[in-house]
DNA sequence: AGTATATTTTGATATTTGTCAAAATATCAA
DNA sequence: TTGATATTTTGACAAATATCAAAATATACT
């Protein structure tokens, strides 16, 4: 899957949003994370994953726990492509297209 | 639905991102855009339908014609979106808290 | 080594999604 | 009104997705 893809894709449920969303203020880790959600934590493990796989998150080891935090650089990238989805005149260089 | 998780999905296939640049530049009738996409017709209007859902495009009929263009007004609602998922301090405010 | 805790992985399943072909609808033009 | 064109809607189906329970892995503690 195409890297922009695997972002817009990520972005496209509603667990996986609100667990960016209580990573806003700070790291967690799955343990915590998971008592805001009432799915199973293999579930929410499986999100965890697709967010990593779209860059959306980091995680450290500490100790037995895993400890997830927002990689906030890859918002620049989602506004670049929305951007490039939106306004005329403000298309890739050549070359450069950005994938859709 | 919700608006805001329509919008998401609508943007969470490639197809449609492309239907999306494809408008960038101007209105296209349905006709002239299925001929960038190697699919049906039918899925394509399918795809319309969702991102007119989405409030992502608007349309008008033209005779026989149906022609799509951008509703970009929806650009600034995506924008306060993704704020709203990644930069701390940066919350809706109380009583308006967007959905997630 | 043996047990407990935290998390991920696997296998199964129900739901959602994208697709097509064919039927239906809407408009135009003779 | 009849026929042609543009588009959408419907019904069926395959692929992708979210979920759970259970098994597997990794680390810590005694």
Same mark, same amino acid.
């Given at each position: 899957m195409s890297e922009n893809q695997s972002l817009f894709k990520a972005l496209a449920d509603p667990t996986r949003r609100q667990? $960016?969303?209580? $990573? /806003?203020? %700070? &790291?967690m880790n799955a343990g915590d994370l998971s008592e805001l959600f009432p799915i199973?934590? %293999? &579930? $929410?493990? @499986? @999100?965890?994953? $697709?967010? /990593?796989k779209a860059d959306l998150v /980091? =995680?450290?080891?500490? %100790? +037995? +726990?895993?400890?997830?935090?927002?990689? =906030?650089?890859?918002? #620049? !990238?989602v506004t670049t492509l929305l951007l490039d989805l939106f306004k005329a005149g403000e298309n890739a260089e !050549? %070359? #450069?297209q950005n994938e859709i």
């Open positions: 667990i $960016l969303k209580a $990573l /806003k203020n %700070g &790291s199973s934590k %293999g &579930s $929410l493990s @499986h @999100h965890f994953n $697709l967010l /990593k /980091k =995680t450290r080891r500490n %100790g +037995q +726990q895993i400890i997830y935090s927002l990689n =906030t650089s890859v918002f #620049e !990238d !050549d %070359g #450069e």
